[in-house]
C-alpha cells in the first residue's frame, strides 16, 4: 500500500511539479495539497496522511507554526520541511517545533527521496546543504528539548538522526 503525500506549498507550479515527480514513484501517493499553513492542518486532520512536505514561508500560517499543530494532534504524522532556508535559526526552530526532516528546495530529486524515505523510516534528514554548525545545534537542540538520543551520520546524499536503537543494529 502506497505511502499517503499531502504537499503544502503556496506556489502552485511548484505543488503540481513535486505531485508529477512523486507520482512516478508507486510507493508514493499524493492524497492532497495546501497552499497555506491552515489549510495544510484543516487537509491533515481529514486526509491523515503519513507524510506532509511543508514549505515553511507561506501566508495565513507559515509552516513552522502549522507544524507544531500538526505534531500536537498527530504526532505520528511525519513532515518534511521543504524550503529555501538554510539559516541555523530556521533549522532550530523548524525541528523544535517537530519536523522529521528539513530539505532544501535546491536539493537534487535523488535527496528529495532518500528524504522522504528516511523520514517514512522514522529518522530525521537534514540537507547536506545545511550549514554543520546548524546540524550540530539542531542536533544538541533535540537531545535537550525532546530528551531523544540521536546521532549524527554523515553521507555524501545528505545527513540523518537516527535514534539510538537504529544505530545499534
Request: proline share 3%; glycine share 6%.
Amino acid at each position: 500500500m502506497p505511502k499517503k503525500i499531502l504537499i503544502v506549498d503556496d506556489f502552485p507550479v511548484f505543488r503540481e511539479g513535486l505531485k508529477a515527480l512523486l507520482s512516478h514513484v508507486p510507493s508514493l501517493e499524493v492524497i492532497g495539497e495546501a497552499e497555506n499553513g491552515e489549510i495544510a492542518v484543516i487537509q491533515t486532520n481529514l486526509l491523515r496522511p503519513d507524510l506532509i512536505l511543508m514549505d515553511l514561508v507561506m501566508p495565513v500560517i507559515n509552516g513552522i507554526d502549522a507544524t507544531r499543530s500538526i505534531k500536537q494532534l498527530n504526532s505520528d504524522i511525519k513532515v518534511l520541511a521543504l524550503t529555501e532556508q538554510k539559516s541555523n535559526e530556521q533549522l532550530m526552530t523548524t525541528m523544535a517545533a517537530g519536523a522529521d526532516g528539513y530539505i532544501l528546495k535546491q536539493d537534487t530529486t535523488t535527496s528529495l527521496l532518500t528524504a522522504i524515505e528516511c523520514v517514512l523510516n522514522g529518522d530525521v534528514y537534514i540537507s547536506s546543504g545545511v550549514d554543520d554548525k546548524a546540524v550540530s545545534e539542531s542536533q544538541a537542540n533535540a537531545e535537550h528539548t525532546n530528551n531523544r538520543s540521536l546521532w549524527l551520520k554523515s553521507t555524501s546524499r545528505g545527513r540523518k538522526f537516527l535514534s539510538e536503537s537504529d544505530k545499534k543494529t
